[in-house]
């Protein structure tokens, strides 16, 4: 568990030069139709039966795709936020689990996965459990797809100034890049950058360093959907 998630935290950083552009307008048209091979549907249904068949631009297309689903809201609360909040201690314990609390671990993060495919933190309890129980196959489909979808966000931009930022379609997933590793690499601060950017301080080798994060993609739907937290801020 720890060794996998320290190498998916250095490809991250290893592959954060090599960005790519991410065009909005291209992958909304291409997901919300349902003749392209990228339509979000499509992409959904591959994500959740397990499909290894999914390249990484299926990836980028499936990750933000999810910005223009109909019931996106990058501030819904989990429906089994108590239960989550119920299994603090049993997380921290990380080893040696008890048949039954891996077991309510499994459990949770299935019905979390299943509100919001793109929870990250239990796509990582979900190759714990399936690690740990020695289901090796499925524990390296879900340690893949954890992967995927980290270096889909690492890959959007370099994140060292806003006009290089990387792109999340959720806020939370800006803390997830950073400490989902076995050695996680303690965020410092956060701070909201105008119009639109998040900058989020790190202590990398005994010293602070920022990276940014676009928040206007993720903005622009959600204000789309809710006009009413728009006139808020005026």
């Given at each position: 568990?720890?060794?996998?998630?320290?190498t998916?935290?250095?490809i991250?950083?290893?592959?954060?030069?090599?960005?790519?552009?991410?065009?909005?307008?291209?992958?909304?048209?291409?997901?919300?139709?349902?003749t392209?091979?990228f339509?979000?549907?499509?992409?959904?249904?591959?994500f959740?039966s397990?499909?290894t068949?999914?390249?990484?631009?299926?990836?980028?297309?499936?990750?933000?795709?999810?910005?223009?689903?109909?019931?996106?809201?990058?501030?819904?609360?989990?429906?089994y936020?108590?239960?989550?909040?119920?299994l603090d201690?049993?997380y921290?314990?990380?080893?040696?689990l008890t048949?039954a609390?891996?077991?309510?671990?499994?459990?949770?993060?299935?019905?979390?996965l299943?509100?919001?495919?793109?929870?990250?933190?239990?796509?990582?309890?979900?190759?714990?459990?399936?690690?740990?129980?020695?289901?090796?196959?499925?524990a390296?489909?879900?340690?893949?797809?954890?992967?995927?979808?980290?270096?889909?966000?690492?890959r959007s931009?370099?994140?060292?100034?806003?006009?290089?930022?990387?792109?999340?379609?959720?806020?939370?997933?800006?803390?997830?890049?950073y400490?989902l590793?076995?050695?996680?690499?303690?965020?410092?601060?956060?701070?909201?950058?105008?119009?639109?950017?998040?900058k989020?301080t790190?202590?990398?080798?005994?010293?602070?360093?920022?990276?940014?994060?676009?928040?206007?993609?993720?903005?622009?739907?959600?204000?789309?959907?809710h006009?009413?937290?728009?006139?808020?801020?005026?």
């Amino acid at each position: 568990m720890k060794h996998f998630l320290l190498t998916v935290f250095s490809i991250i950083i290893s592959l954060s030069v090599t960005a790519q552009s991410i065009d909005m307008d291209d992958i909304k048209a291409k997901t919300t139709s349902n003749t392209s091979k990228f339509y979000y549907p499509t992409l959904l249904a591959k994500f959740m039966s397990n499909d290894t068949s999914m390249t990484p631009e299926d990836y980028r297309y499936f990750y933000y795709g999810t910005l223009f689903t109909e019931d996106f809201n990058p501030y819904r609360p989990n429906p089994y936020e108590k239960e989550i909040k119920a299994l603090d201690q049993v997380y921290l314990k990380r080893e040696h689990l008890t048949r039954a609390e891996k077991k309510e671990v499994e459990r949770i993060a299935r019905l979390s996965l299943a509100n919001n495919p793109l929870d990250l933190r239990q796509m990582m309890y979900m190759t714990y459990v399936y690690e740990s129980n020695r289901k090796y196959n499925l524990a390296k489909i879900w340690r893949n797809k954890l992967s995927n979808i980290l270096l889909t966000i690492s890959r959007s931009g370099t994140g060292t100034d806003p006009e290089h930022a990387r792109i999340v379609v959720y806020p939370r997933h800006e803390f997830d890049l950073y400490n989902l590793s076995a050695k996680p690499v303690p965020v410092e601060k956060q701070e909201f950058v105008p119009p639109y950017y998040e900058k989020i301080t790190v202590k990398q080798a005994g010293k602070d360093t920022d990276f940014y994060f676009n928040l206007k993609p993720l903005l622009d739907q959600y204000y789309l959907k809710h006009p009413e937290e728009l006139d808020k801020t005026d």
